[in-house]
């Protein structure tokens, strides 16, 4: 089985679960976290989303890379 990063709600450190359905307790407070089809989901679309942010920002950071690297040899190239 695989296994995904939570958050407890108590203590808020991640800690590593399985990926099925149960009761998990925290290493760290010993709170009982309840995993769920519906916690399950919804952990799902927050990576999806967190993902697809972080795709973004990578894709215009690369755009402004480039352009400065090209403006860069413009600039400096020797005639």
């Known amino acids: ?18 990926n099925k359905k149960g009761k998990y307790r925290c290493p ?7 995993l769920n089809s519906f916690n399950k989901f919804t952990l799902k679309i927050g990576r999806i989303s967190k993902d697809f942010i972080k795709t973004l920002v990578d894709i215009k950071n690369t755009f402004k890379y480039r352009v400065n690297v090209a403006k860069y040899h413009f600039k400096n190239r020797k005639r």
């Open 28 to 34: 760290y407070c010993k709170e009982v976290y309840k």
């Open 1 to 18: 089985m695989n296994k995904i990063i939570v958050k407890c709600k108590a203590c808020k450190k991640d800690m590593k679960i399985l």
